[in-house]
């Protein structure tokens, strides 16, 4: 399934229903968008997105069962029935192609000024870390006051970092985070180093980059992740920032691509990676494997002709030293 078949199919979703037809995101228009059938029933838009049930299956890794996206997208379409069809579509698509879940652990689906995006939580990062097979296990946390904690990045790891939460604090005694980490330990045995962003790294951060955040606070909205969840904002940008310090998979860099060009308002699906390429970088990095391994083996040895002392010169020779 390459990415150009993904595009064609959207944009041919996206004219089939009477509020679209292109996938480009105009976010200036003041039109109304309706959706196919009642868009205030869930039981309509799932039938609407069931006719694309095949192009969701086809961009599903095979283990992920399509009943089970679906059945954790369902609880979500009436939170999108004010978005435009295309976006909805493409959101979904795009979700199903890097294999995360829309149930609000891995991934959701969510509206962004009546564009439906797809965002990846924290936990749907790692979870691509992990099948790209360079990281074996990710480390994150968010260190509060009364937390026992050791920074020192000059130290050999993994006397380097140390926290010890205080378990037994009460929520509501354990105050703002100090800051969020993560790190990674590689193939080999191999660790990451640490990526600390404290809370005003955060703030800072999303300040800056989010355009969702500022959209949400310039409509009086505040229903951006940023408003709802900042804890996992805040851990999620120290996990985006540990990913810098890893090997990254073909997947991983187009993560970042699509998340990048919610916030810019383009469409989605336009910067996931197709599986071809990705298939390709896969064989690249066995070839290089294998590259790496045949140095390792002791060369061969020479054969060595058996029989005691020099051998003797051919009569051909002999005869011919002769005339």
Known sequence: MALTSLKDRVRAAAASTPSSDDIRHDRAEDVEETRAGHDDQAASAADWLGQYRA???????????????????????PKLRGCTPASVLQAVITCARFGLVPDGRQAVITADDRIAVFIATYHGYIDLMYRSGLVKSVVTGLVYPGDEWNWEPTALPPADFTHKPD???????????????????????????VAVVTREDAEDTRDEYSKAYQRAEQSGAKDSFWHLRFDDMHVKTAVRRMAKLVPQSAELRALVAVEQAAEDGA??????????????????????????????????????????????PRRRNRDRNKR
């Open 267 to 312: 469409p989605q699906i336009l910067a996931a990676i197709d599986p071809e390429t990705a298939a390709l970088e896969a064989e690249a990095r066995q070839a290089a494997k294998a590259a790496e391994a045949s140095q390792d083996r002791p060369a061969p040895r020479l054969a060595v002709k058996g029989g005691r002392g020099r051998a003797k």
């Open 167 to 193: 378990v037994l604090a009460a929520k509501k005694d354990r105050g703002e985070p100090l800051f969020a980490y993560a790190f990674a330990w590689l193939e080999g045995g191999v660790r990451s180093a």
């Open 55 to 77: 192009d969701v299956e086809a961009a599903l890794p095979k283990h992920i069962s399509a009943d089970l996206f679906f059945a954790a997208l369902r609880p979500t379409l």
